[in-house]
């Protein structure tokens, strides 16, 4: 994936005014604009006020509103949400929830790397997903994810179709991108939901990224 020449212009959410203001700093170090700051109460003027191309949302320090904010705005705009150290399971997968009709998300730990901070605003951008190896999401996680990776047949078209639902594309957009039916779609997403033990698309992306499947 190439890198963009032009910065993305960010808005930049965390109910902790200093929070803000570190994140911000920290993002525009990296080169990025930050055009907005919002506490989350504000975020529906910020975001048309804004022209911005993604958000960067911590909900990692005082956060308790920000997830039904995200919840309700349903925006079409990528996210990445940035989370601390004691999340859970059931915690990321119910977030992975409210930020899977944007076209594109990362969750990244708050205390990591700030290269991964911009790797992930650039995966987002082109409508990736984006997943920290070390989140607590599923027990495949702690596998060897080169092991699990050469152990999974993923034919080639499977493997296409695998790269497009990362994408957030529907069965319908799949079908049209790769010249074949919706029919033929359902049948490629649904062996690979079980080659991957998935029970939805969305947690078929999610072991996904983590057994390094999906290309970004």
């Given at each position: 994936?190439?890198?963009?020449?032009?910065?993305?212009?960010?808005?930049?959410?965390?109910?902790?005014?200093?929070?803000?203001?570190?994140?911000?700093?920290?993002?525009?170090?990296?080169?990025f604009a930050v055009v907005a700051q919002s506490d989350g109460g504000d975020l529906d003027r910020a975001v048309a006020e804004g022209g911005a191309d993604a958000l960067v949302v911590?909900?990692?320090?005082?956060?308790?509103?920000?997830?039904?904010?995200?919840?309700?705005?349903?925006?079409?705009?990528?996210?990445?949400?940035?989370?601390?150290?004691?999340?859970?399971?059931?915690?990321?997968?119910?977030l992975m929830g409210l930020l899977g009709t944007c076209?594109?998300?990362?969750?990244?730990?708050?205390?990591?790397?700030?290269?991964?901070?911009a790797s992930a605003l650039y995966a987002i951008d082109f409508g990736l997903i984006a997943l920290d190896p070390g989140l607590p999401l599923l027990p495949v996680a702690r596998i060897d994810p080169q092991l699990m990776a050469e152990t999974i047949p993923l034919t080639p078209r499977e493997n296409e179709v695998l790269q497009l639902l990362a994408q957030g594309m529907t069965n319908k957009a799949i079908a049209l991108d790769l010249g074949i039916t919706e029919h033929?779609?359902?049948?490629?997403?649904?062996?690979?939901?079980?080659?991957l033990g998935a029970q939805s698309r969305t947690e078929a992306v999610v072991r996904a990224t983590q057994l390094g499947l999906i290309v970004l």
């Open positions: 994936m190439s890198i963009p020449d032009t910065d993305l212009r960010l808005i930049v959410v965390a109910e902790n005014l200093l929070a803000r203001a570190g994140l911000a700093a920290l993002l525009e170090a990296r080169g911590d909900l990692g320090w005082q956060s308790e509103n920000l997830r039904q904010t995200l919840a309700d705005w349903l925006g079409d705009m990528p996210v990445l949400a940035l989370v601390s150290g004691d999340e859970t399971e059931e915690s990321l997968l119910a076209p594109g998300y990362a969750i990244l730990p708050r205390e990591g790397d700030p290269e991964a901070f033929t779609v359902k049948f490629h997403v649904n062996a690979i939901m079980g080659k």
